[in-house]
Structures are given as C-alpha cells and as structure tokens.
C-alpha cells in the first residue's frame, strides 16, 4: 500500500482575468488549466487515472453543475476517466486533494489529476455576494447582513477581541503584507493595482461590516489552478520522474455551519477554533514535523481577520496573541515564517474552489525554487491552511523539498 503522495507539477491560470467579460466559460477555464497542468507536470492525458474537481459555486454563478464531467467534455483523452466533482464552500479544493490523496494511498490510483476551478464575475458584485453567502447556514444567520461573509469575520473579530483584545490596526498590516507580495506576482488578481491603502481611510478603505474594511476583503475572482499528484509506486516505475515536491502530511476536521455554533461550543481548548488547530496538528503530526520546521506557509487570508485568526492557531504565538508576530515581523518575507508570500487570497485572488489547490502548488513551487520573486530563501518544508466558511471544514498540508 502507497504511503507517500508526489506533487508533479501545476499550473494557475491569471487571477485579474474576467472570463465572462472574454465570452469564455467553464469549458475554457477547464480546457486552460488542464493544458497547462499536464505540461508544468510532464503527463500526458492519457496518464491520468482519476480526476478530482473542487467547484463550490458553479450552479450559481454560471449555472453549471456537474463539473466533474467538464475534464471528458473538453479532453477526448480523458474519457472513461474517474472523476469527481466536490463541494465544501471555499474549502473545495481542499477537499478534493484529500480525496485523490486517498485514492493514492489506497492503490487505487498511480496518477491524480487534481482542479480547482471558480467563475464569480457573471454577475453584478452585490448578487455575486449573495450567491457566496450559501456558504453559511441559510435563513439562520447572517440575515440583517448586507455581506454575508464581511459580516461573518467582523464577528469573529469581535468574538476574538472579546475573549483576548484586538486592534484593528494588525489586521491592517496583514493586508498590506499580503497586497505588498501580490505586487510580485505574476499571476495575482491585484497586482497591477496602484492605490491600495488599507488603514482607517473612510473614503479610500470604507468600512463594509462591523470593523472590515474594503481591503480586510479578498476580491470576487476567476480562476483556476490544478496539480498532478503521483503515488510511490509511480515513481518506482518512472525512475527518471522529478517531483516539484512530497507532501508528507494533511489533516481535515468539520463543524457545524453556523459561526455561532463554533464560538459558543464549549470546550476545554483555549483556541478560539479548536478543530481549526486540531487539523492543523494533525498534518503536522502525520508529516512528523514541528513549526520550527516549516519555513512559510499559505493560509486562508479569505479576510485579514481569517489571517489574524490562524497566526496563534498555528502556534506561532500563544493564544490570544497574534498581534505580536504581526508587530515583530515574524509573518514577513525574511522573517520567522514567512505568511502568504504569494499575496495569498487579498492579494493574489479567491477563485473560491481553487484556492485550497492554489496553496498546494504555490507551497511546492516554494520548496523547488520555483517562486520566481515570492521566493522564501532557502525553503524546503513549507504548510497550507485552507477552510471554507467560518471554518466549518478545514484542511492543512505540509510538502517538503524532495532529495535530489
């Protein structure tokens, strides 16, 4: 039985693009990031032995489900191919890497063809908040919002200040990280943007719920990124294969929908979301590696306060204490563990069922040298938070560098 699971390669497709406004659709987006993957990786079509497809939102942007079929309707060569589309909000992709690791290490499978793909910009910005919001426990919470989501972390934010103090100035710093690094992107949604400015500005930075403002938001996005993930026994037989990387570990915990549920939920856990921290334990614990040993990660920074939120449950600091590895420099390039050195989702871009994909390729691009501008000198372990919600399903990974 396959122990180890091998990331190939992978492509992102650029995230300012509008496909909508380009007369393009899921068929192209598909058909793009498919090419692109397989090239990045060396497979061929014909290699591929399972597809798993993260979409959150397709039927409501586009009207289009059933995506899992869209990697046959686009490549003749992938008919007859397992394929699976899944769902779990902005943690899709997530999930649908934890399912290909599963079919790998189950023996099922040598080859893994993995997407994450989302088209938000069909419609208007407000319904396009609307539809996001399906996200949360509909009809039960959230219902005076005008933004679902904004609203949602403005009281997390909230919930968290109560519990150990916060100022908003620290989610400020975040963005401006964040948007500072997507400037080095190529591919990042924002960085041709020239007038970020993410203080206490009413007019330039308005506040969109509770204590969010504008740029504490990440940005409606299409896009897609995809990755081939290979088992053991694959490169057993293909001697002459060279990873981008091995991811050695990943955890996966759920809560209940409502953010309510989450912060009122008694437990004997001092963290704000202790099944958020549990997952991140257990990817640690299943690749045997402590922090200390990673030398960056890419997190879920849906919001500057979801960044604020996973500093201490990553341990980087003690509960409650965020702020201080924001102010001491601890979450910069150059320092203690480099956060989102690709812009993360403020700065580079949230395709909603992309993302948790996103993260794996941009984390292996980091531990092969491959980060171009983001690169993280020196990298060889680097981790992954993605979560969809207010946390209700959350997936971590660590990859590390792969001897040569």
């Keep these: 039985m396959t122990t180890s699971m091998w990331m190939m390669g992978g492509y992102q497709t650029d995230f300012a693009r509008n496909w909508h406004r380009e007369g393009l659709e899921f068929s192209d987006l598909t058909a793009e990031s498919i090419a692109g993957t397989c090239e990045a990786a060396g497979i061929a079509l014909t290699d591929i032995e399972v597809i798993h497809v993260g979409n959150a939102f397709g039927e409501l942007f586009a009207g289009q489900g059933h995506l899992g079929a869209m990697p046959a309707t686009v490549c003749p060569e992938l008919w007859d191919v397992p394929s699976t589309r899944h769902e779990a909000a902005c943690a899709s992709g997530g999930t649908a890497l934890l399912a290909a690791m599963a079919d790998l290490r189950a023996g099922d499978y040598d080859v893994a063809l993995v997407l994450g793909m989302e088209l938000e910009k069909t419609v208007p910005g407000d319904a396009a908040a609307g539809n996001l919001g399906a996200a949360a426990w509909v009809g039960h919470e959230g219902q005076d919002a005008k933004f679902m989501w904004p609203h949602m972390f403005a009281e997390t ?8 103090g916060l100022d908003v100035k620290h989610l400020h710093r975040i963005g401006e990280l964040n948007y500072a690094n997507g400037r080095r992107n190529p591919k990042a949604q924002t960085r041709g943007w020239t007038d970020i400015r993410t203080g206490a500005d009413d007019t330039a930075n308005p506040l969109v719920e509770g204590r969010l403002r504008r740029y504490d938001c990440s940005q409606i996005t299409d896009g897609a990124a995809g990755v081939i993930l290979v088992s ?157 919600g207010s946390t209700a399903t959350c997936v971590a990974t660590v990859c590390t560098a792969v001897e040569s």
């Design 157 to 164: 934010a909230d919930e968290y200040d109560r519990r150990y």
């Design 232 to 388: 053991d026994r694959y490169l057993r037989e293909h001697p002459d294969a060279r990873p981008w990387s091995q991811v050695t570990g990943w955890g996966h915990r759920t809560a209940g929908l409502s953010l309510a549920s989450k912060i009122t939920r008694r437990s004997d856990s001092p963290y704000l979301m202790p099944h958020l921290r549990r997952t991140i334990t257990d990817a640690f614990d299943r690749a045997r590696v402590e922090l200390s040993d990673l030398d960056g990660v890419e997190i879920h920074d849906c919001f500057s306060m979801s960044e604020y939120l996973t500093i201490d449950h990553l341990g980087l600091t003690e509960v409650g204490q965020s702020w201080q590895a924001v102010e001491d420099g601890s979450i910069e390039m150059g320092g203690r563990l480099p956060i989102n050195p690709s812009g993360g989702l403020l700065g580079g871009g949230h395709p909603v069922g992309a993302s948790g994909v996103r993260m794996l390729l941009d984390a292996s691009r980091q531990v092969s040298g491959r980060a171009d501008d983001n690169q993280v000198e020196g990298a060889k372990t680097f981790g992954t938070v993605n979560f969809g």
